[in-house]
């Protein structure tokens, strides 16, 4: 496991999400699929905001746009997180 997977599970436990993996894929974008547990990122996409983004999803699973509370939960993780 690579050090990005690595925080990448790291968040996910710290935010409650456990047994998730993230998976790496070639479609060119990325997914959250909630009930198999598991976030798809693209490999050009596999950063922590590409991350984060579909995080917010699964901790939001009944919201299903980019909404105000979509977006202030995404910002919020991003502040939390993004400790460059």
Same mark, same amino acid.
């Given at each position: 496991?690579?050090?990005?997977? !690595? ?5 996910? !436990? ?21 009930? &198999?547990?598991?976030?798809?990122? =693209? ?5 922590? /905001? ?6 917010? &999803?699964?901790?939001? /699973?009944?919201?299903?746009? &980019?909404?105000?509370?979509?977006? =202030? !939960? ?11």
């Amino acid at each position: 496991m690579n050090p990005l997977q !690595k925080q990448f599970i790291k968040i996910l !436990k710290q935010e409650g999400l456990f047994n998730w993996e993230v998976v790496k894929i070639k479609s060119g974008g990325g997914l959250c699929l909630y009930n &198999h547990k598991q976030i798809l990122l =693209d490999e050009n996409n596999y950063n922590l /905001p590409f991350f984060l983004h579909e995080l917010t &999803h699964a901790l939001l /699973p009944n919201i299903k746009n &980019h909404n105000s509370i979509w977006a =202030d !939960k995404y910002t919020s993780l991003l502040v939390k997180y993004n400790k460059n």
